[in-house]
């Protein structure tokens, strides 16, 4: 792999999908193989170890590095969701709103939260 083609594959495995440097990063990575693969005749003219990196295989990579960015931002968007539930039923709870069975907090913890100097 030449100095370019690194430099390329760095940007697309550091950068989130959604950015517009990353897309074109892919793009630029992507003619930039199809440019080798035509000045190269596909190793008849350049044999060089560059060329066991193909354009089938660089499609597969982005692949799965945009299915894996969907599943982290999925889990963020989880842990994000769940924190927000936690303490809006929390707070609810203080409020004297829910009862410890529809928050999902034992008694000891409504009355934990109760009892905290910042409650209402």
Same mark, same amino acid.
């Given at each position: 792999?030449?100095?370019?083609?690194?430099?390329?594959?760095?940007?697309?495995? &550091? @950068?989130?999908?959604?950015?517009?440097?990353?897309?074109? #990063?892919? $793009?630029?990575?992507?003619? &930039?193989?199809?440019?080798?693969?035509e000045?190269?005749?596909?190793?008849?003219?350049?044999?060089?170890?560059?060329?066991?990196f193909? #354009?089938?295989?660089f499609?597969?990579?982005?692949?799965? $590095?945009?299915? +894996?960015?969907?599943?982290? $931002?999925?889990?963020?968007?989880?842990?994000?969701?769940?924190?927000?539930?936690?303490?809006?039923?929390? +707070? +609810?709870?203080? +409020?004297?709103?829910?009862? #410890?069975?529809?928050?999902? @907090?034992?008694?000891? $913890?409504?009355?934990?939260?109760?009892?905290?100097?910042? #409650? @209402?």
């Amino acid at each position: 792999m030449c100095g370019l083609q690194r430099m390329i594959d760095s940007y697309v495995r &550091f @950068l989130c999908n959604d950015l517009q440097v990353y897309e074109d #990063s892919v $793009e630029l990575q992507s003619v &930039f193989i199809q440019q080798r693969d035509e000045v190269c005749r596909r190793g008849e003219v350049l044999l060089t170890p560059a060329l066991g990196f193909t #354009s089938q295989q660089f499609t597969e990579t982005i692949d799965d $590095e945009r299915h +894996a960015q969907v599943l982290r $931002e999925q889990q963020r968007d989880d842990d994000e969701r769940k924190k927000l539930t936690t303490t809006t039923a929390a +707070a +609810a709870a203080t +409020a004297g709103k829910l009862t #410890s069975a529809q928050v999902g @907090l034992t008694e000891g $913890e409504i009355m934990t939260i109760r009892a905290s100097p910042y #409650s @209402l």
